[in-house]
């Protein structure tokens, strides 16, 4: 009797450990005390052998404001751990902001400027495939509008005209004779927010055979000590040779002086041209067939001011954009062809006489 109870005792004893560790083992209880979480796998290292996806765009700084990404504070422990999102997953791209209007710009339908680029002139780098190969820096569809021979009455403010109508900008090769000449046209070149190099004194060849290299270098440090002179301040260290004629020992001095120098890629012969309508189509012919390229024009000319609207028209309707070349540094110019210049021009000094010791009514 004792040996049943004793049985019957132990089986009961058996059963509640069974029923417990049932109970804390595998009771809802205890999946809900689990943690939610999982340890992340560590990232794989890329084998010395495997090539970046990486491409060009990559390596683009987005210049546009990038719009606020949606607010996303509301609790994980509201949603269903399937709809969550897997951090293993890249965050979809939110569009860019539209590009703003063009501050200050009239027409919101203007050419513009599509881009600014700043130029090192250290060592005088050439741009324009006519000379120079190796800074090619325009992609398909930009141009870069430049004019040569200026200021000149009527033509020059002509030519800025267009250009602010587009509001657009250009590089501008003054001759120094030209610039003393009509200083105050000049500095409207400048104040509209142009690039102002230079072009020689006296648009002399400086590739001519009679032609010395210290008439040369006196050439093209006396032209930009009168852009300076009509402007009152530095001027942009940028040239471009008469009939682009480069010498040698010219390329050289220029480099030394960390001038940069100016080809083009493709030249309007507008000084050949019989009319207006003969320089646009010759630009645009050639525009078309290159895709790209420097534009030599000369603000000089009467029917290049006359063509200028319509080629803009033209350049942008064939979706064409500008780029803007500044440089990064202004030319100190040199003080001997500075004062030599004021000297040579024999400049009026103010006189000390009284007024009228200098002016006096004789009939009235």
């Not at 403010?157 to 587009?166: G, H, S, Y």
């Not at 940069?260 to 067939?289: E, G, P, W, Y």
């Not at 290159?290 to 024009?297: N, T």
């Amino acid at each position: 009797m004792r040996s049943a109870l004793g049985v019957m005792l132990a089986s009961a004893v058996s059963l509640v450990v069974l029923v417990a560790v049932w109970f804390w083992t595998y009771s809802p209880r205890a999946v809900l005390a689990a943690p939610d979480t999982v340890s992340a796998r560590l990232a794989e290292r890329l084998t010395p052998t495997a090539k970046s996806t990486r491409t060009l765009a990559d390596e683009v700084e987005v210049t546009a404001t990038i719009a606020a990404r949606p607010s996303t504070v509301a609790s994980s422990a509201a949603l269903p751990s399937a709809a969550l999102p897997s951090a293993a997953l890249p965050s979809p791209a939110l569009p860019a902001a539209p590009l703003q209007p063009k501050a200050g710009c009239a027409n919101a339908d203007a050419l513009g400027v599509s881009r600014v680029v700043e130029i090192d002139t250290t060592g005088g780098p050439g741009f324009g495939f006519e000379h120079f190969k190796q800074l090619d820096f325009l992609t398909d569809k930009e141009v870069v509008l430049t004019f040569d021979d200026g200021p000149w009455p009527g033509n020059t403010p002509a030519v800025l005209k267009a250009l602010a109508d587009e509001c657009t900008k250009a590089v501008f090769f003054p001759i120094g004779k030209h610039a003393t000449y009509h200083p105050e046209i000049l500095r409207q070149v400048a104040a509209a927010g142009h690039a102002v190099g230079a072009h020689t004194w006296s648009h002399a060849n400086l590739n001519g055979k009679k032609m010395t290299e210290q008439q040369a270098k006196d050439e093209v440090e006396k032209g930009f000590s009168a852009v300076k002179l009509a402007l009152g301040a530095a001027p942009s260290p940028f040239f471009r040779f008469p009939q682009l004629q480069h010498g040698p020992a010219a390329v050289a001095y220029l480099g030394s002086r960390n001038v940069a120098i100016f080809s083009c890629d493709l030249d309007s012969f507008d000084f050949r041209a019989k009319d207006a309508a003969q320089i646009v189509n010759t630009v645009m012919t050639k525009l078309d067939k290159q895709g790209k390229g420097i534009i030599l024009m000369h603000d000089f000319q009467k029917h290049t001011a006359e063509a200028l609207p319509t080629l803009l028209g033209r350049l942008k309707a064939g979706g064409y954009k500008v780029v803007q070349m500044r440089a990064k540094a202004s030319l100190q110019t040199l003080a001997e062809y500075d004062e030599g210049l004021v000297k040579d021009m024999k400049l009026p000094t103010v006189s000390a006489r009284a007024l009228s010791n200098v002016v006096q009514t004789v009939a009235q």
